[in-house]
């Protein structure tokens, strides 16, 4: 199912939750709402839903105009944060509960409450009641419950944010795994940035309740439209620098007090063609340790993180870099260091507007 919204617009009163949001989901697409607590990111999904009804725009399933269409008339699916589930309900009989309000026939929703079990892995624990499974084995409940449908269309809000981490990450595997093999259009409201990141094929940055992008996970991460999406979209997140771009000999440098890099010329002219001071920004993977660096910094404190170190390298009073080192280095906090920057890999942005200088 093709999912379009036009210009959407959300006020509570006099608060703008969501303003002037388009988007053109295409049918089969898993697509995930990313952004901060309170950006607008639910308010979307509720209209989407037919939970709540925009102030002004259009919402289209298909061809089909949503606006006045009820939620139960929608063939939506959901799964929320709190599971939702009925405590004094088996799970066969939560599973099958939207089936019963459709009046399905009582053999028909015991076969396809039995098929979704199945294939949610919980087929035999169809009797046992809420209180007694695990919290992933309810979280299988709840998306069984929106399966059993058919639905056209598959929402989450947040659903695996009571979850420990390690269940977080099989769970994000079964669901982008499902999602694919059943086709379904989804929408998957996240603020964590690795859910979504690994699990959409393309996904809607909010903040304030305004489309930042809508980009693959790839062009969000390599190709930042605005410093707000550089920041937020990696984990450890981008260093932002204020520097100038001066011109020497052909060459371009980005100069702070802290640091004078040679740029890429492509990169370079782009951001010296805005004139004046402008943020550079570079991520943590993109520095190493190396004695041929340019740039001279003392460690501030070491975070071990198994894999990797994050450093905190201090270069003057006013700039610190995270670095990301090979823990086999044994460096330690106070020992100076010298550090190689990837400028291949360097991001400009307009420090007044906060928009990129090389992707527009």
Not at 125 to 143: I, K, N, Y
Request: neutral net charge; hydrophobic residues 45%.
């Amino acid at each position: 199912m093709r999912i379009a919204l036009e210009h959407l617009t959300k006020k509570f009163g006099h608060v703008v939750g969501v303003e002037d949001v388009s988007l053109d989901i295409r049918d089969g697409e898993f697509v995930a709402f990313l952004g901060p607590s309170g950006c607008g990111k639910t308010t979307t999904l509720l209209m989407v839903a037919g939970i709540y009804r925009p102030t002004a725009g259009i919402i289209r399933f298909g061809d089909r105009v949503m606006n006045q269409v009820a939620p139960k008339d929608r063939n939506i699916g959901m799964v929320f944060q709190s599971y939702a589930l009925y405590p004094h309900m088996t799970v066969f009989g939560n599973i099958a509960y939207p089936l019963k309000l459709k009046k399905v026939p009582k053999q028909e929703q015991i076969a396809r409450v039995q098929a979704v079990a199945d294939k949610m892995g919980i087929g035999d624990l169809l009797d046992r009641r809420p209180g007694q499974l695990s919290g992933g084995q309810q979280q299988r409940v709840a998306l069984g419950r929106a399966l059993v449908k058919q639905p056209d269309v598959l929402l989450f809000d947040e659903p695996l944010s009571n979850l420990d981490a390690r269940l977080r990450l099989v769970m994000r595997a079964e669901i982008k795994h499902l999602q694919k093999e059943l086709g379904i259009t989804s929408i998957y409201v996240t603020h964590d940035q690795v859910e979504a990141m690994t699990m959409a094929d393309r996904i809607a940055v909010i903040q304030n309740g305004r489309l930042q992008a809508f980009d693959t996970p790839d062009d969000l991460y390599d190709r930042p439209k605005t410093l707000f999406i550089a920041g937020f979209v990696g984990n450890p997140p981008m260093n932002f620098v204020d520097v100038e771009i001066e011109q020497a000999n052909g060459a371009y440098y980005a100069v702070s007090p802290a640091l004078r890099v040679e740029v890429p010329p492509d990169r370079g002219a782009a951001a010296a063609a805005h004139g004046g001071r402008v943020v550079m920004g570079i991520r943590p993977e993109d520095i190493t340790i190396d004695p041929t660096g340019a740039v001279r910094g003392r460690v501030f404190v070491v975070e071990p993180l198994g894999r990797d170190d994050l450093l905190d390298v201090e270069l003057d009073a006013h700039t610190r870099l995270h670095v990301l080192a090979d823990p086999k280095l044994k460096v330690g906090a106070g020992d100076p260091v010298l550090l190689k920057l990837d400028t291949q890999k360097v991001q400009f942005f307009d420090a007044a507007t906060e928009r990129s200088l090389l992707w527009q």
